[in-house]
């Protein structure tokens, strides 16, 4: 939930708003307080929406449709007002998370949920049907997990069944991969009851499985899917088998009514009023938004929407709940009276700048801790620098979570970040093995992943469950463009000899394949691995010296056994220049090779602040708060707040959440100081200008060269 704006009303309907619980294209959701003291859910239509007679026609409709619905499992309308100029209603605000938002924050329900969600929801379309009306939206973002049970919201495209579309003849309502075959034909066939029993079916596949029955990508292609294909399960308990496969029957008539499907899959289950039917952390979480919402104190009032209502008059249709007509009335004069005494004194004082958090999850305490640890130096003081400015139009915090370089904890430190509603954007991880499953579950948050120094194929950028990646460093193959530039412009050989060191090469394999594809100077390059679990460096030399090599190029991670390669070379004599890769690196090599480290060059994507002289402020803020200039990637970490910052900056106040960052993040250009972070709008590549460096070891350290393409020819040894 964020703050609400200068621009907001003070109460819209005799329902004092305390936040903004979401906005987008159609309008903004408030959290209220009711006149009877009760938490709403506020529902606002833009007015250029409102506008389309075909719109407020459908806007009234999901009024009349939710007024009609008493059951404990949907959520009604409690008060409305569809005639105004700017339509609204409220519904009595549920503080736990969407299906969609529990499942891709912290994956599949357990089977007894699972049987839970669907029995409950199966009631509510009972009574939703018993009503004359078909939902034609039924979908994980369209299901609120409560303690007691879930609640379907959401009738915008409901209607009496039997009833006139008032769309186009070729339009498909819906969603795509939870609509049902016969919603998705444009054959005028009318979608019935069993098309909300096909939604449900969907629906528990994804709450068991979390993926939906018909995959992902181009709506046409998963539309297509869901018409002629088979419904994909895999994964999906055997004991929900049947059930769903029942529920995605092509044809409608063999499908189960909603009261055949809540007796099946609700038997053996506790009451409602029973034990806790969600897996944890989910109740915590549902209780931390209760907490917060109920804190909430009611804020000063900036303007008043009365009038335009008083003057029409109150009808049954213009707003359904007596109550808060009554509460409408009274406002004014409040307000008025407060307005009145204040006058001549000192203005209330500006409301407080909105607060958007970033994420960081990082390796802190595990192999990597370095790594991670100058991730989150660079972003406190990228935070930091931001809240200083004077013309900041929003302040912004920092949440930082440690994966421990583990596994199993990445996974669940991803689902906790991405379930918090108040995280626009996550940076992180801080090493390679967790990005695809960061990438998925950030994709499913809509929630924007930031990679700062781990690595991602630019393959995968195009697929869907990554469409959230922002890789702000190069994929890894772009490392070697500074191995052939140096090899073939600024020092250039024409036999260049490559040590493929099999152990932990993986990372490095593209380099690999890129430099067999183009050996520098055009010459000819000779590939001699190291097997897995072999030692035998000075067995390479040997072949490096017979194929008359002039250089060589360790392609491997290992720091130390690149040590072990760069002893070889000095015992085996050999007189060519030697190469490594930004994973070898490390401290460890300069230590574990001694005098065999010297002249050594690497090829990084990573800068030197030191040697840039925009990021002289950084480096002085830098040693002022930890003693020391900043680490490798610390930079570039400071460079993807200023990123996110500068997205931010970019969308208007109601619009800066995840999806606003999502959304236009890739059209951003910032000019970092580490390199300028621009992106392709469609492949959401990073461009390539000025990201690779060369180093290169002298007394003892590493000197930095510069970006690769301005490094003099003769430079280095």
């Given at each position: 939930m964020r703050p609400l704006t200068p621009a907001d009303p003070a109460a819209i309907g005799g329902n004092r708003l305390l936040g903004r619980l979401g906005s987008g294209g159609m309008g903004t959701v408030y959290l209220a307080r009711s006149a009877a003291g009760t938490l709403v859910a506020v529902k606002v239509i833009r007015a250029d929406h409102a506008a389309n007679p075909d719109f407020r026609a459908r806007f009234r409709r999901e009024v009349e449709a939710a007024g009609q619905l008493t059951g404990r499992w949907v959520v009604p309308v409690v008060s409305a007002d569809p005639l105004a100029r700017e339509p609204w209603l409220a519904t009595p605000y549920v503080p736990g998370p969407s299906l969609a938002e529990a499942v891709g924050g912290y994956g599949p329900l357990p089977v007894r949920a699972v049987r839970t969600l669907g029995a409950r929801l199966a009631e509510a379309l009972a009574q939703v049907h018993a009503a004359g009306l078909v939902h034609r939206d039924v979908k994980p973002g369209n299901i609120l997990l409560a303690p007691d049970g879930p609640r379907l919201i959401d009738f915008g495209i409901a209607r009496a069944e039997g009833a006139v579309t008032l769309t186009a003849v070729d339009a498909v309502l819906g969603t795509p991969g939870y609509l049902a075959p016969e919603q998705a034909r444009t054959d005028g066939a009318a979608a019935g009851r069993p098309s909300d029993v096909f939604s449900l079916g969907c629906v528990l596949a994804y709450a068991a499985t979390g993926h939906g029955p018909f995959g992902g990508g181009h709506a046409a292609a998963v539309v297509y899917r869901t018409v002629h294909d088979e419904p994909e399960l895999s994964g999906l308990p055997p004991e929900?088998?049947?059930?769903?496969?029942?529920?995605?029957?092509?044809?409608?008539?063999?499908?189960?009514?909603?009261?055949?499907?809540?007796?099946?899959?609700?038997?053996?289950?506790?009451?409602?009023?029973?034990?806790?039917?969600?897996?944890?952390?989910?109740?915590?979480?549902?209780?931390?938004?209760?907490?917060?919402?109920?804190?909430?104190?009611?804020?000063?009032?900036?303007?008043?929407?009365?009038?335009?209502?008083?003057?029409?008059?109150?009808?049954?249709?213009?707003?359904?709940?007596?109550?808060?007509?009554?509460?409408?009335?009274?406002?004014?004069v409040a307000w008025f009276t407060t307005r009145g005494r204040a006058r001549g004194t000192t203005p209330p004082p500006a409301r407080p700048l909105a607060t958007h958090t970033l994420a960081l999850q990082a390796d802190l305490t595990g192999p990597g801790k370095?790594?991670?640890?100058?991730?989150?130096?660079?972003?406190?003081?990228?935070?930091?620098?931001?809240?200083?400015?004077?013309?900041?139009?929003?302040?912004?915090?920092?949440?930082?979570?440690?994966?421990?370089?583990?596994?199993?904890?990445?996974?669940?430190?991803?689902?906790?970040?991405?379930?918090?509603?108040?995280?626009?954007?996550?940076?992180?991880?801080?090493?390679?093995?967790?990005?695809?499953?960061?990438?998925?579950?950030?994709?499913?948050?809509?929630?924007?992943?930031?990679?700062?120094?781990?690595?991602?194929?630019?393959?995968?950028?195009?697929?869907?469950?990554?469409?959230?990646?922002?890789?702000?460093?190069?994929?890894?193959?772009?490392?070697?463009?500074?191995?052939?530039?140096?090899?073939?412009?600024?020092?250039?050989?024409?036999?260049?000899?490559?040590?493929?060191?099999?152990?932990?090469?993986?990372?490095?394999?593209?380099?690999?394949?890129?430099?067999?594809?183009?050996?520098?100077?055009?010459?000819?390059?000779?590939?001699?691995?190291?097997?897995?679990?072999?030692?035998?460096?000075?067995?390479?030399?040997?072949?490096?010296?017979?194929?008359?090599?002039?250089?060589?190029?360790?392609?491997?991670?290992?720091?130390?056994?690149?040590?072990?390669?760069?002893?070889?070379?000095?015992?085996?004599?050999?007189?060519?220049?030697?190469?490594?890769?930004?994973?070898?690196?490390?401290?460890?090599?300069?230590?574990?090779?001694g005098p065999a480290a010297d002249g050594w060059a690497f090829a990084s994507l990573f800068t030197d602040p030191l040697a840039v002289p925009a990021a002289a402020e950084f480096v002085a803020a830098h040693r002022a708060a930890y003693g020391q200039p900043p680490a490798r990637w610390a930079t570039e970490a400071y460079d993807a707040v200023g990123l996110v910052a500068a997205t931010l900056t970019g969308l208007a106040e109601d619009g800066r959440d995840r999806a606003g960052v999502t959304r236009r993040i890739f059209r951003t250009a910032h000019e970092g100081l580490a390199k300028p972070l621009s992106f392709d709008s469609n492949t959401h590549v990073l461009t390539r200008a000025r990201t690779a460096h060369l180093y290169q070891v002298e007394s003892g350290g590493y000197r930095y060269l510069g970006i690769y393409s301005d490094v003099r020819p003769g430079s280095g040894r």
């Open positions: 929900l088998l049947d059930t769903v496969l029942a529920c995605l029957a092509k044809d409608p008539a063999a499908r189960p009514t909603p009261d055949e499907l809540g007796a099946v899959l609700g038997d053996g289950l506790p009451a409602p009023d029973g034990e806790d039917w969600l897996p944890p952390p989910l109740p915590r979480l549902i209780a931390e938004r209760s907490t917060r919402a109920l804190d909430l104190p009611a804020p000063e009032p900036t303007r008043i929407d009365a009038p335009e209502a008083a003057g029409r008059g109150l009808t049954r249709r213009r707003l359904l709940g007596a109550g808060a007509g009554l509460a409408v009335i009274g406002a004014p370095e790594i991670g640890q100058a991730h989150e130096r660079g972003m406190k003081l990228a935070v930091e620098r931001h809240n200083s400015r004077s013309d900041a139009a929003f302040r912004l915090a920092l949440r930082v979570a440690d994966d421990g370089g583990d596994a199993t904890r990445a996974a669940q430190v991803v689902k906790e970040l991405a379930a918090d509603p108040a995280v626009v954007a996550l940076t992180g991880p801080t090493w390679d093995a967790p990005v695809p499953e960061l990438a998925v579950a950030c994709g499913a948050a809509d929630l924007a992943l930031l990679l700062v120094s781990a690595d991602s194929p630019e393959t995968a950028l195009s697929r869907q469950e990554w469409r959230t990646v922002v890789a702000t460093r190069p994929a890894g193959d772009q490392l070697a463009l500074p191995v052939i530039d140096y090899f073939s412009r600024i020092r250039p050989v024409h036999r260049t000899g490559l040590v493929e060191d099999v152990e932990g090469s993986e990372p490095v394999y593209p380099v690999i394949q890129y430099l067999q594809q183009s050996p520098p100077s055009q010459g000819t390059l000779s590939v001699h691995r190291i097997p897995a679990g072999s030692s035998d460096f000075a067995g390479a030399v040997r072949a490096l010296t017979e194929a008359g090599a002039e250089a060589v190029v360790y392609a491997g991670t290992s720091p130390q056994r690149a040590a072990q390669l760069g002893r070889a070379l000095t015992e085996g004599g050999f007189q060519g220049r030697r190469l490594g890769l930004q994973h070898a690196m490390e401290p460890a090599f300069l230590t574990a090779a």
